[in-house]
């Protein structure tokens, strides 16, 4: 996955990332749904300064569309730090907590509009895939 500028006029999604997982998120998520369009990532590497990382990712931002969405993977890196940064100067929703189940959720959304209009569902989304799965199997399994 590369930093290149888009071209699409629907929302697109960024990922920022700590060593470059979010590649091999999409990746996997590929094999469930197909090519993934206007997704990309920037990672943040160790031999990276953060003004080389800001400067690598406003170059991208500043090419977004309108309602676009930074995807971040937690609060309180410089991931997370940059990305709130930049959402001050340009017109982008920012939310931290990257997994699966938030980039299918935000992929589906934009089918429907802009990302930065449904941020609150974005981040339940994200919040309610993580579950103690032995919990919900025995509960599905409890007669009725």
Known sequence: MTSTVSTSTQPCILLLTHGGWGEHLCNSLRMVMGEIDDVQEIALMPVDTLGEFYQRVEAVVKTLPEG??????FIGGTTSNVAARLSADYPVAVISGLNASLLLEALDKREQGLLTDC??????AGRS????????????QQPQ
């Open 129 to 140: 895939s993580c579950r103690d799965v032995v919990a919900h199997v025995r509960q599905l």
């Open 119 to 124: 941020v609150s569902e974005l981040v339940e």
């Open 68 to 73: 676009s969405l930074i995807l971040t993977d």
